[in-house]
């Protein structure tokens, strides 16, 4: 992760911690503050945080990074264990479309590799 970046990363997860810890948020029934425990990069454009929470509970939100466009910079979301089952399918068909998209890259006349 280039430093820019990383940079970028501190200052989104320190402000999700911020928005989310503010007592008037809708569904904050318990008045829960949250501070960054920890940022655990996992790629050059992904990171898992970690927030602590006053009730000594911790939280775990994905990061992810988009390079361009309207919506560039790092957008997160709190993954459930059904996002993390999609996840783990997901993976499987990454690799099977990556294995049929190879023999694109060559010219038509040498499809027969």
Partial sequence: MNKAI?????IAADQVAENFSRKNREMNYNQETFEVHEIIPTSDHSAIVSFKKNTGKMGLAFFYYINRGMSKGWRYFFPTDSHINGFR???YYKYQVEK???I???NEDIKDL
Wanted: hydrophobic letters at 35%; charged letters at 35%; aromatic letters at 22%.
């Fill in 6 to 10: 990383a940079k970028e990363l501190k």
């Fill in 89 to 91: 399918a997901f993976e």
């Fill in 100 to 102: 049929d998209n190879y």
């Fill in 104 to 106: 694109h890259n060559f």
